[in-house]
């Protein structure tokens, strides 16, 4: 059994998807402290903005990888007096 035709209903879905295409349906999207727009995502800085997050993250993501690592590797050692240093270098600086 066909479905019924609805132009009306196809030409209403295209334009919201056209609309939608433009980034114009987005509202109050921001990216750090600044609203995203599409003036924003056409502009070349903004791409190494987000190249150089990308990039960040990974570095931290790295580090963490390494730090379980050595963990693994090496092991951690506690320090019985250190907590007791730390305390008094906060209270001589008070």
Avoid at 57 to 76: S, T
């Amino acid at each position: 059994m066909p479905f019924p035709s609805h132009d009306h209903d196809h030409d209403h879905d295209a334009d919201e998807h056209e609309h939608e295409a433009h980034g114009a349906s987005v509202e109050g999207a921001r990216v750090g402290s600044f609203e995203l727009s599409l003036s924003v995502l056409r502009d070349e800085r903004f791409a190494a903005y987000a190249a150089a997050l990308q990039a960040l993250a990974g570095i931290l993501r790295d580090a963490d990888a390494l730090e379980r690592e050595v963990k693994r590797l090496v092991g951690e050692t506690r320090f019985p007096g250190y907590a007791g240093l730390r305390e008094r270098e906060r209270v001589e600086r008070v």
